[in-house]
């Protein structure tokens, strides 16, 4: 397993973020809004600084996170053609990053998760859009159609398109309420598929918390993916600040000085909580766990 965290949950100075994320052994910054501009509305002058200033202190971008498919369920052809234009900049855009995937989501629901209905506008959607340089991975996502593991396979069998993977978020599994429990049940329903791991502690569906004080058994987590031979990237996405509470609003649109206020304290004291917890998962992992199949998930490729 490899640490990163996402830039803007440090700091929207990409500098201040990636010496604080080097500082604590940190290889990697998954990048969102930065300079106080949403990710989908960086120029290119932008997006080469903030790789710039990552690759120039030897660290990886891990992922690229615009808010591609987090929308309503588009129900004419304009929207259609909205979403997909959104996305093909977003692909274009992690090309120039260098970033390893784009992560997508599966539409904001209405109701009950319908990932079945959300597939079949993604289909349309998706018709056109180059993947074949930077893959997308489909985010467990809070308030979306697949808010779970379950409902997130669902949605990728019925869209039929094995170059999508799965970003899988537990922390956001828990905050919808359709899934309390996503380990190790949900876990294992999906573990193959996973490519990228989002790392944020929830106390039920009222708050994010300091990691290790919320619902999620973060260091059993971490040691079962461990012990399955995961070697892809664990992101730190903190949602959590000293004081204060993200509302809505700020969790649906994570970008800016209000979405980050806080999260340098707050990140810090995370990132050294996670950095112990994959150290102690990795002195404790099972001998020969590191022989997991490298066509699966779990393997360096598609992290």
Known sequence: MRLAVINDEVSQDIDVAAAEAARLGFGGLEIRSSGEVPPHLMSDAQ???VRDAVVGRGMHIVGFDPPALKCGLPRTDAEVMAARALLVEAVRQAELLGAPFVRVFTFYREGPPNPRGA????????????????????ETGMRTNSPTMRHTLEFLDHLGDDRLGVLWDPGNSVFSGWDPAPFPQDYALGRERIRHVHVKDPAGRTAYVRLGEGC??????LGRLGDDGYKGWVSLETHWRVGRVLTQQQRDEPWG????????????????LLRDMVETADAVRAPGADAADASTGMSEAGS
């Open 119 to 138: 597939a079949a506008v993604a289909r349309e959607v998706l018709d056109g859009v180059p993947t074949d340089q930077v893959p997308l991975l489909v």
């Open 47 to 49: 997006l080469i600084a």
């Open 216 to 221: 999620l058994p973060w260091p059993a987590i």
């Open 257 to 272: 000085e209000k979405f980050t206020a806080g999260g340098f304290e707050a990140s810090s004291i995370c990132m050294q």
